[in-house]
């Protein structure tokens, strides 16, 4: 029997529309009825998945949890209260922007309570309309934010094939640092072993959860560790090519048809095939 559900956000549960399906709504809060945790599990903050928490009716409650920052924060969502955080050191992160200065770059900047985006072109602006919130700027330096704590940097670019080449040059100037890619636009960097797979674990071992009896859902590559780790790692329907062939399952629907109460239905209550 699964008892944990760990599960990515935009293009798995959340539809293009930045919607959650009533179908996929309805199956999650069976399953919780049924004693089965979904946790949302993304690289975006915590405080940017409170509305997901409230269309899921987990919204401030005790013992349901948020895995944000790909797995750097773990959060009870009664009063958002912290039970992991892992954060970046201000000299890697200083050099990482720089990198991405050099490069030109949009850069985002992550922080506990805010994204902070360098060189922000209109089409990201569009794709981040109604996933996040932000301050906007030109900075040439982290400066203004060395009192704060950084929880990650990520590059934007869509252009797939050239954040891979960053990605592979930044492995040797970089090598302490935890790469993953997400919605083939992001390069996305955390500190050292910091991973939504190692959220997952150390949110399983918080509850005394043995990991065979979690389930990971994901579509991108930044999703690999915690399909890796889980009992069960699931793909969807529009996964990425490179994750496909470490899945477990790939669901026959995508995340614009309810691919998370195809999950559900199949695994948790045997229903269908």
């Keep these: 029997m699964y008892k944990l559900i760990a599960c990515d956000l935009d293009g798995t ?4 529309d930045r919607t959650i399906s009533e179908e996929n709504i309805k199956s999650i809060k069976e399953a919780n009825d049924a004693g089965v945790l979904f946790v949302p599990t993304s690289g975006r903050g915590f405080l940017s998945i409170q509305v997901t928490a409230k269309a899921l009716g987990v919204f401030n409650k005790k013992n349901q949890y948020i895995i944000s920052y ?3 924060v773990i959060t009870e969502n009664y009063q958002n209260k912290i039970l992991l955080m892992k954060d970046m050191d201000h000299q890697v992160a200083d050099k990482l922007y720089e990198e991405g200065l050099k490069r030109n770059l949009t850069i ?3 922080t506990l309570d805010q994204v902070y985006i360098y060189h922000i072109s209109k089409e990201e602006k569009e794709f981040l309309n109604g996933r996040i919130s932000y301050i906007e700027g030109s900075w040439q330096n982290l400066n203004f934010l060395k009192d704060q704590k ?3 940097i990520l590059y934007e670019n869509t252009n797939y094939e050239f954040l891979k080449k960053i990605s592979e040059e930044l492995s040797i100037t970089l090598p302490y640092l935890a790469m993953s890619f997400s919605s083939k636009r ?3 960097f955390n500190p050292e072993n910091v991973t939504k797979g190692a959220g997952l674990v150390s949110l399983a071992d918080y509850l005394h959860i043995p990991i065979e009896e979690t389930i990971a859902i994901g579509d991108s590559l930044n999703d690999l560790s915690m399909i890796e780790k889980a009992g069960l790692g699931i ?3 529009n996964a990425s090519y490179d994750l496909v062939p470490h899945c477990d399952f790939i669901t026959k629907n995508d995340y614009n048809h309810s691919a998370i109460k195809e999950v559900i239905d199949r695994f948790i209550f045997n229903k269908g095939n």
């Design 108 to 110: 985002h900047v992550y």
């Design 70 to 72: 790909n797995g750097g």
């Design 186 to 188: 992001y390069l996305e």
């Design 235 to 237: 793909g969807v329907n």
């Design 13 to 16: 549960l959340i539809k293009s």
């Design 150 to 152: 950084i929880l990650k």
